[in-house]
């Protein structure tokens, strides 16, 4: 069985950084795309970056585009995404998530529906 588990997440004051981190079992990592999803109270979910099954192509929100940095090692079946300059509206749950595929276009990675293993997600909190 698949399990992804994230850590990193904290309390922060704005301007600030965090790295998540998300470590993948029980499946081959090197079939992954991954992606960071994060919700914050009373929203939907949201797509905040993506990275290909090979570290080719990533994906970032708009919102963090400058800012957050998605990367992977296949060696450690690990997924960071290292956030710098956090603002108060980037406060959510953040959720790791996978998907086997191969693809790297835009639709199949930058849409919750696409993933089909999700972290139980780790709380960042940016104090204004």
């Known amino acids: 069985q698949v399990q992804l588990v994230e850590s990193g997440g904290g309390l922060v004051q704005a301007g600030g950084s965090l790295r998540l981190s998300c470590v993948v079992s029980?499946?081959?990592?090197?079939?992954?795309?991954m992606g960071w999803f994060r919700q914050a109270p009373g929203k939907e979910r949201e797509f905040v970056s993506a990275i290909s099954w090979n570290g080719g192509t990533t994906y970032y929100n708009d919102s963090v585009k400058g800012r957050f940095t998605i990367s992977r090692d296949s060696a450690m079946n690990t997924v960071w995404m290292q956030m710098n300059g956090l603002k108060p509206e980037d406060t959510a749950v953040y959720y790791c998530a996978a998907t086997v595929t191969f693809t790297a276009q835009a639709e199949a990675l930058t849409r919750d529906a696409g993933y089909y293993h999700w972290g139980q997600g780790t709380q960042v909190t940016v104090s204004s």
């Open positions: 029980g499946g081959m990592f090197t079939r992954y795309a």
